[in-house]
T-cell receptor
């Protein structure tokens, strides 16, 4: 079953606001990834984190790999309507060649 | 395109029938994964292939589920004697398998399976 606790479950924000979501785990992961999923599509990779303490940005997105290797957060700055979707965190025990364990997702709604 | 391709995109079938779902990974990706996503849920791991072998199939929920991969490329997930609880989106992902190298998984758009 699921090992990752993702919060919040949903967010309703105004365009231009910043957003923060996070994931925690009871076990250590060596890789943390953040995906975005839109209706009828598969998850699309946003950011991949491979080192404890790593802080990585991708445009308006910033994610960090917690130093305990049991948590990660994702921030979205200056949100726009096309940010709408479900954001998933995922942990992986190895850098490649092993399963992903997913959080339950954060449903983001951005009001124009 | 160059992404992971899955077919069919939608499948509706009657309870008790067998179904086959297909995944065509990104060219050159040796690792292939199957996941299942129930409505409003995160993804649940099913099975992982490295080449044609499956080092981890611990996520398959019952012996009605099986998967194979041939030629190190296309994979087929088969569900026998389908039940209503099998209704979900079945997603496939692939990645390069490279020791000491960071290689994330890239997903297809999934097959939405509905069991009547």
């Amino acid at each position: 079953g699921q090992q990752l606790n993702q919060s919040p479950q949903s967010m309703f924000i105004q365009e231009g606001e910043d957003v923060s979501m996070n994931c925690t785990s009871s076990s250590i992961f060596n890789t943390w990834l953040w995906y975005k999923q839109e209706p009828g599509e598969g998850p699309v990779l946003l950011i991949a984190l491979y080192k404890a303490g790593e802080l990585t940005s991708n445009g308006r997105l910033t994610a960090q790999f917690g130093i305990t290797r049991k948590d990660s957060f994702l921030n979205i700055s200056a949100s726009i309507p096309s940010d709408v979707g479900i954001y998933f965190c995922a942990g992986q025990k190895e850098t490649s060649g092993s399963r992903l364990t997913f959080g339950e997702g954060t449903q983001l709604t951005v009001n124009p | 395109g160059a992404g992971v391709s899955q077919s069919p995109s939608n499948k509706v079938t009657e309870k008790g029938k067998d179904v086959e779902l297909r995944c065509d990974p990104i060219s050159g990706h040796t690792a292939l994964y199957w996941y299942r996503q129930s409505l409003g849920q995160g993804l649940e791991f099913l099975i992982y292939f490295q080449g044609n072998s499956a080092p981890d199939k611990s996520g398959l929920p019952s012996d009605r589920f099986s998967a194979e991969r041939t030629g190190g490329s296309v994979s087929t997930l088969t569900i026998q004697r389908t039940q209503q609880e099998d209704s979900a989106v079945y997603l496939c992902a692939s990645s390069v398998r490279a020791p000491n190298s960071n290689q994330p998984q890239h997903f297809g758009d999934g097959t939405r399976l509905s069991i009547l």
